[in-house]
């Protein structure tokens, strides 16, 4: 029997919980066909295949295409009025929990990346001599998780071709070497500017998101102080209406 | 003149020294973060050496001093971040 690779796109990923499957399918399945089989594998896709878009070897496919022996078809959302290109994601996380670099990596990669650019910050045991046990870090959650999301806005407005943008902020107990904070910035080519957007991501986290950590070692505890005062300016330009 | 009671959540270094997550305070009608400050160092005299430093954020954006207050904000006071 034909075997195709099925590849899923943002939110259909998080659905299917996996970036890609490979089928085995009778000659002659359409594409239409095969959208019902991973409907009944996949229940849940049911209310996200409104409007999906459904390419073979990058071009747009119709419901009615057979699909080849060996094809890869894509499934993803096409920017609202626009061509059929995936909308870039956008992750921005703030959590107690381990972060996990390579869903990070899978969830804000698009057909059309080529290069992905990781900061991440992890807690550093020996600082001129002094140690550091573990961080304990804290957030004011809602307005941590809009600061993101602006940052995210931000690079994408001064980086027009970086992609997928992620940004997690980790909070609770770090121990030495954790990872603590992840700025990762997506784009087509590595000279398309992913490198510069990861740099400012984390710079910029780094003055407005509300985050603190405090240091404990054999010699007790200390919050870290930061330096950065924001003010209005700081925040987006208000919406024109 | 009618002083209406502001809630203000506190962060950090603030939290700690005030011994509160939630601040609240009396300031009278048209109140401005200015004003918010000096009520909240003189309810919490702890707070007096870190105040002038402090970040206010109003409906999570950043303020200046004139910014104006209604109760019904969500208004937070909290050290320069150091995240990351």
């Known amino acids: 029997m034909p075997q195709v690779t099925v590849i899923f796109f943002a939110s259909l990923r998080q659905i299917t919980g996996t970036p890609r499957i490979t089928l085995e399918i009778p000659a002659g399945t359409t594409v239409g066909e095969l959208k019902q089989r991973l409907l009944q594998r996949y229940p849940d896709l049911e209310k996200s295949f409104q409007g999906i878009v459904t390419t073979i070897g990058e071009v ?3 419901d009615d295409e057979i699909v080849p022996d060996g094809a890869e078809i894509a499934l993803f959302h096409p920017i609202a009025g626009g061509h059929a290109a995936p909308e870039p994601p956008t992750l921005i996380l ?3 929990d381990e972060i996990d670099l390579t869903a990070v990596l899978q969830s804000i990669t698009q057909p059309t990346t080529g290069a992905v650019v990781f900061f991440t910050g992890v807690v550093r045991g020996l600082t001129h001599q002094q140690t ?3 961080l304990e870090y804290e957030a004011y959650p809602a307005m941590a998780e809009a600061k993101m999301q602006q940052i995210a806005a931000e690079i994408r407005a001064r980086w027009p071709k970086v992609e997928g943008v ?3 902020q980790r909070v609770g ?7 603590t904070t992840l700025v990762a910035c997506a784009a087509p ?3 398309d500017g992913a490198f510069e957007a990861a740099r400012y991501g984390i710079d910029r986290l780094k003055e407005i998101v509300p985050v603190w950590k405090k240091e404990v070692g054999p010699d007790g505890s200390a919050w870290v102080t930061g330096h950065y005062r924001p003010t209005p300016a700081d925040e987006p330009p208000s919406p024109t209406r | 003149m009618t002083m209406a009671p502001y809630r203000v959540l506190l962060f950090a270094t603030l939290r700690d020294l005030a011994n509160t ?3 609240t305070v009396e300031l009278p009608p048209a109140a401005t973060v200015g004003q918010l400050r000096a009520a909240l160092v003189q309810k919490y005299p702890a707070l007096a050496d870190y105040m002038p430093a402090a970040i206010v954020a109003v409906n999570h954006a950043f303020t200046t001093d004139d910014t104006p207050l209604t109760p019904d904000d969500e208004i937070a006071a909290f050290p320069p971040v150091s995240g990351g």
């Open chain 1, 132 to 134: 550091t046990a573990y």
């Open chain 1, 166 to 168: 992620a940004l997690v």
């Open chain 1, 173 to 179: 107990r770090l121990t030495v070497g954790a990872p």
């Open chain 1, 94 to 96: 703030l959590t107690e």
């Open chain 1, 189 to 191: 080519h590595r000279h």
């Open chain 2, 21 to 23: 997550a939630t601040a």
């Open chain 1, 60 to 62: 747009t496919a119709t």
